[in-house]
Nanobody, 115 residues
Framework: QTQLVESGGGLVQAGGSLRLSCSVSESIFSDSAVGWYRQAPGKQRELVAAPTFGSITNYADSVKGRFTISRDNAKNTVYLQMNSLKPEDTAVYYC?????????WGQGTQVTVSS
């Protein structure tokens, strides 16, 4: 049973934008906080936007003012809008769904920012 699916990654030039999506199973969505993490090659996975039930959350200092998390309850989907992308934003981005019973990680979506 698929609990979440990520999409929206790709190749973009520096200064460009992408929007990532995390579609979550209806059975767990309303009870779950959702956030975003990323992992660059050779580095540990790091927080991008802390799990939240809405759109107010804590962001990594490196993305503050550029990235925004939002939630569409009608579509059971959480988005990460990424603007003013930089080459150092290149990473695999993961959605984390924290339900009362279990934490679910997505398969990851690659974001590559060229200079």
């Amino acid at each position: 049973q698929t609990q979440l699916v990520e999409s929206g990654g790709g190749l973009v030039q520096a200064g460009g934008s992408l929007r990532l999506s995390c579609s979550v199973s209806e059975s767990i969505f309303s009870d779950s906080a959702v956030g975003w993490y990323r992992q660059a090659p050779g580095k540990q996975r790091e927080l991008v936007a802390a799990p939240t039930f809405g759109s107010i959350t804590n962001y990594a200092d490196s993305v503050k003012g550029r990235f925004t998390i939002s939630r569409d309850n009608a579509k059971n989907t959480v988005y990460l809008q990424m603007n003013s992308l930089k080459p150092e934003d290149t990473a695999v981005y993961y959605c984390l769904v924290k339900s009362p019973w279990h934490d679910y990680w997505g398969q990851g979506t690659q974001v590559t920012v060229s200079s």
